[in-house]
């Protein structure tokens, strides 16, 4: 992706939305002033506006001067979002990025009459550091628009291309599992203070240790059962605390909340069925 050929449009620019901004911009992959962001509010985006984005509250004048969007809204807020952005879309021009949870590419296409490539992206707030995990899938047919938003996630951390019958599960693993593993590293801090740090050093303590396991296995491709057991030796203090958080039910804890953050993605998208009397 040329930062001289392109501009994108982020219509949403809310928690994840502006990650992503700060993430591209930081990547070097484009100015900011070649971003667009928008929201409902203008005052919502006055921090972004001092750093050199561009910004509007009107999602049509942002699409006439983009050609990648980012669709960056609730799944409720989507349909309007769709209907009103439709009539400004030019075909084989624009790539549609949407990144809101349970819709598939499907569904948003019957909102638009217009030739357009859409995406689907699962990224996680980490992407603003450029240490996103982002899932990406689109329809046969898209390889280049594919390839052309796989570029511009590559710079944000890590990507992997998935059938889009595994997107609401990468929801929950990937956008929800950020929440997971912040509650894990908090809950060690926790135990931390309890055996005698004071709050700041043992948070500090958790979240590096935490992010030093992340690397051993993501750079050299360990499983972790074979790091876990250069820790653990016989009547050791390192088996015993595992024993004890697995007696509790540390992992099948961990199992359930993202199987049951998967099925809740899955119809965030669906109406709610009306409240009838009995």
Do not use: W
């Not at 807020?77 to 790539?95: C, S, T």
């Not at 590293?185 to 396991?213: D, P, V």
């Amino acid at each position: 992706m040329e930062s001289g050929k392109s501009r994108i449009a982020i219509l949403g620019a809310g928690n994840i939305g502006g990650a992503i901004a700060v993430g591209l911009m930081d990547s070097g992959l484009l100015p900011a002033n070649q971003i667009t962001l928008t929201r409902r509010r203008a005052e919502a985006l006055e921090e972004f506006k001092r750093r050199g984005f561009a910004v509007n509250t009107d999602n049509a004048a942002a699409i006439k001067t983009s050609d990648v969007i980012v669709i960056a809204v609730t799944p409720h807020q989507l349909n309007p979002l769709l209907a009103g952005i439709n009539p400004y879309l030019e075909d084989r021009r624009h790539i549609i990025v949407s990144i809101v949870s349970g819709v598939t590419i499907a569904e948003i296409r019957k909102h638009l009459d217009k030739n357009v490539q859409i995406i689907r992206a699962m990224p996680n707030t980490a992407i603003m550091l450029r240490q996103s995990m982002t899932c990406i899938a689109a329809e046969p047919g898209s390889e280049k628009a594919l390839q052309r938003v796989k570029e511009m996630f590559d710079t944000l951390g890590r990507t992997l291309v998935i059938d889009e019958t595994l997107m609401v599960p990468a929801t929950a693993l990937c956008a929800c599992g950020i929440a997971f593993f912040l509650r894990a590293i908090r809950a060690a801090s926790q135990g931390g203070i309890e055996i005698g740090f004071h709050a700041e050093e043992a948070l500090l303590m958790a979240a590096q240790t935490a992010l030093g396991a992340a690397s051993l296995l993501v750079q050299p491709g360990t499983h972790p059962e074979r790091e876990v057991d250069k820790v653990t030796t016989p009547e050791g203090c390192t088996i015993s605390g595992l024993n004890q958080m697995e007696h509790n039910g540390f992992s099948s804890a961990l199992i359930k909340g993202i199987v049951t953050s998967a099925r809740k993605a899955e119809v965030l998208y669906r109406p709610k069925s009306p409240v009838t009397d009995a």
